[in-house]
């Protein structure tokens, strides 16, 4: 009887079999993207499009592949992804790449549409096929990125200590429009068995700019520069000013930003013994990003920062100035996580000769990229 039990299975198996075209399929079939690099069928995932190439996440291996369009032979997707280009948000499949500078792409509603790799803000995989916490906030958000860092720092013993950092650095950009956002505040206090609670930081420095894009390269610009820093007694201060930017490119995440224009400054100290100020500026700006894979001891390392320049056109570039510098370096520990090291430099004509015209900053931050 075990004997025409064990032929009934065995005759039951090849049957699945010769149904299934002669192979055995697993219970759950594994969801792949797959490439052709000269010849080199890869699978695995893209995890994201830049300018000159894609990046791509090997099954099974460490790291990402950053490879270049040039060298993609065909390209085909069974993730949905969530492509945003051109003010149009579709889901769909990639499924060709043409010229070096096009995707085939298949959207939810079964049509095919060809779409410019340099038309596209943002590409994710959507929802439907990655439903984690991570990739909800970048579909829920697609035209928006930034990384939100804090930094905090307390003390209890014989002297008591209270300093919070917080960094806030996005960015908007749908076709034409981009808005940028950046947000600098500062906060300590130290108190001793011997001296009072002492107020150390309390200061605040924001920017938001608005461009619009001729071309990818060439860009107009409306910036309002807006802080207050009671240290160095200035209660309020703001730079609106406007004009005209260039990105020179280098490579896939390099390049540079000048720009040129002309502000207004108005500032106000706390101390009425000295006298508040207002003239027209010129706007100087130079912003730029450098990107580093691969290195011994960590993955990637990225390098931003910007410079703003406004002196004044009214009595000399020397007479009266305010000017902002920022330098980071960011290195990525996972997906959604980085830590920052931050140089800050800032030098205005400030009257108060016990404050001096600079002051430097070093910071270690934490940050959550989105």
């Known amino acids: 009887m075990r004997k025409w039990l064990s032929y009934v299975v065995l005759l039951g198996v090849c049957a699945n079999i010769l149904a299934a075209g002669g192979k055995i399929a697993p219970e759950t079939e594994e969801i792949r993207d797959t490439i052709v690099v000269h010849g080199m069928v890869l699978h695995g995932k893209v995890v994201g499009l830049g300018p000159e190439r894609l990046s791509f996440k090997l099954n099974y291996a460490e790291g990402v592949n950053e490879i270049k369009y040039e060298d993609i032979e065909s390209i085909h997707t069974k993730y949905n992804y969530h492509i945003s280009f051109k003010r149009i948000?579709?889901?769909?499949?990639?499924?060709?790449?043409?010229?070096?500078?096009?995707?085939?792409?298949?959207?939810?509603?079964?049509?095919?549409?060809?779409?410019?790799?340099?038309?596209?803000?943002?590409?994710?995989?959507?929802?439907?096929?990655?439903?984690?916490?991570?990739?909800?906030?970048?579909?829920?958000?697609?035209?928006?990125?930034?990384?939100?860092?804090?930094g905090l720092e307390t003390e209890n013993g014989n002297s008591k200590k209270n300093k919070i950092d917080l960094m806030i650095n996005t960015r908007y950009k749908k076709a034409e429009h981009e808005v940028l956002f950046y947000l600098d505040y500062a906060y300590e206090t130290t108190q001793t068995e011997e001296n009072p609670q002492v107020q150390n930081k309390d200061e605040l420095s924001s920017l938001v700019s608005y461009r619009y894009h001729v071309t990818n390269n060439v860009f107009y610009y409306s910036t309002l520069l807006a802080e207050y820093d009671r240290p160095r007694h200035i209660d309020q201060l703001f730079v609106p000013s406007a004009g005209i930017g260039y990105r020179f490119k280098y490579g896939k995440d390099a390049w540079l930003e000048p720009s040129l224009g002309l502000g207004y400054a108005n500032i106000n100290y706390t101390d009425t013994i000295y006298q508040?100020?207002?003239?027209?500026?010129?706007?100087?700006?130079?912003?730029?990003?450098?990107?580093?894979?691969?290195?011994?001891?960590?993955?990637q390392l990225i390098i931003n920062g910007f410079i703003l320049y406004y002196p004044s056109i009214e009595e000399g570039f020397d007479e009266d100035w305010v000017l902002r510098s920022n330098l980071n370096f960011t290195v990525p520990l996972f997906d959604f996580f980085s830590v920052k090291l931050v140089f800050d430099w800032v030098n205005d004509s400030n009257p108060n000769p016990e404050v001096g015209n600079n002051k430097t900053k070093t910071k270690l931050l934490f940050g959550i990229d989105f």
């Open 89 to 150: 948000d579709i889901e769909g499949r990639v499924v060709g790449i043409e010229e070096n500078k096009f995707l085939n792409v298949i959207d939810s509603d079964g049509h095919e549409r060809l779409i410019k790799i340099a038309d596209i803000d943002n590409f994710v995989m959507s929802v439907q096929s990655d439903d984690s916490l991570e990739n909800r906030i970048r579909n829920q958000f697609p035209y928006t990125k930034g990384t939100v860092s804090l």
């Open 276 to 299: 508040d100020k207002d003239f027209s500026a010129a706007a100087f700006g130079l912003s730029g990003r450098y990107q580093l894979d691969d290195l011994v001891l960590i993955n």
